[in-house]
């Protein structure tokens, strides 16, 4: 096996480079050259994408929000709010500045350090500062003549790919400790790139998504999200105020909730758009030793 500077020497950067198991940015930085990359830790290595799109000149990147239902079938719920994250020094591409961290990272809890970061008190404001909502970054594209339904697709589409990459896995898994199927959700934090091309790119997949509320306009986004996610899998909300005993709450009824919950139930199918994706595992084409198999996306 090839090491990395051997294998990547005539391949050129820049390279981001990523701690294993880490999280907010930290231990991330660039390399012009694989022989800058140290060998005596666990790290991930990226080819880093030099032509994002940028929007008055700053680099961003989305986080979106993905709930699976379902392994098995396959049921994945992607919510239509996301949140756009900027960078606070504006994108250059030049060598020289390959270890400005505000320029070329965009994690939300590395740049609010930065003396640059501009936020926004007024949560109806959407594209105003260091953090938009993914509709205003929507709107902004169209205004420019990008075409956003295209951009959409092809990111449902590389979401998707993503959670097949890991299905049989987890599907596996469900089967061996989950004895009851329905019990259990996961809500994923999706960090997408765009680039200068509008082709998106996966950057991570986040198990734990941060839920904080640091703006007014993370507040809208996620507690509306939150809301419509517990209402998708069946949750009733309780008011914790409430002194009614626990042997109470189960007595509700049932002719008086029903109506509330499918309203609640509603509203999260019209906030997540619903994917079911059925793998036919009929082979294709044959190419080599490898077969293709056929996918459908509902």
């Known amino acids: 096996m090839c090491s990395v500077q051997y294998c990547f020497a005539k391949d050129k950067g820049p390279w981001i480079i990523k701690p294993v198991a880490s999280s907010r940015g930290r231990g991330i930085y660039l390399v012009s050259n694989p022989s800058q990359i140290s060998m005596d ?14 929007i008055d000149e700053f680099k961003f990147d989305v986080r979106l929000y993905v709930v699976v239902t379902s392994y098995d079938p396959l049921l994945i719920y992607i919510y239509e709010e996301g949140l756009a994250r900027f960078a606070t020094v504006k994108y250059d591409q030049t060598s020289t500045n390959i270890k400005n961290t505000f320029m070329h990272l965009t994690n939300y809890s590395l740049n609010k350090k930065s003396s640059d970061y501009v936020s926004c008190d007024d949560p109806e404001v959407e594209d105003y500062g260091n953090k938009w ?7 902004y594209l169209k205004q420019e003549g990008k ?5 959409m697709r092809q990111v449902e589409d590389l979401i998707i790919k993503a959670v097949l990459s ?3 896995q987890i599907a596996t898994a ?3 400790f989950v004895p009851h199927k329905a019990n259990c959700f996961e809500l994923y934090g999706f960090d997408v790139l765009i680039d200068s091309n509008l082709k998106p790119w996966l950057l991570e997949v986040n198990l734990s998504p941060s839920l904080s509320c640091d ?3 993370d507040l809208k986004i996620k507690a509306s999200m939150i809301a419509d996610m517990f209402s998708l899998v069946g949750l009733v ?8 005993s626990l042997s109470d709450r189960f007595m509700v009824d049932k002719q008086a909730a029903a109506p509330r919950v499918q309203v609640e139930d ?7 758009t619903r994917h079911r994706v059925t793998l036919d595992f009929i082979p294709m084409q044959q190419h080599g030793d490898k077969t293709l198999h056929s996918c459908s996306c509902h």
């Open 41 to 54: 830790e666990n790290i991930l290595v990226s080819r880093y994408i030099n032509n994002p799109l940028l």
């Open 133 to 139: 909502s993914m509709s205003a970054v929507l709107r």
């Open 147 to 151: 075409d956003t339904t295209l951009l």
């Open 166 to 168: 890991a299905e049989l």
């Open 174 to 176: 469900c089967k061996m």
């Open 215 to 217: 703006a007014p306009l």
């Open 237 to 244: 909300g309780q008011d914790p105020l409430s002194r009614q």
């Open 266 to 272: 509603n509203k999260a199918l019209h906030s997540f």
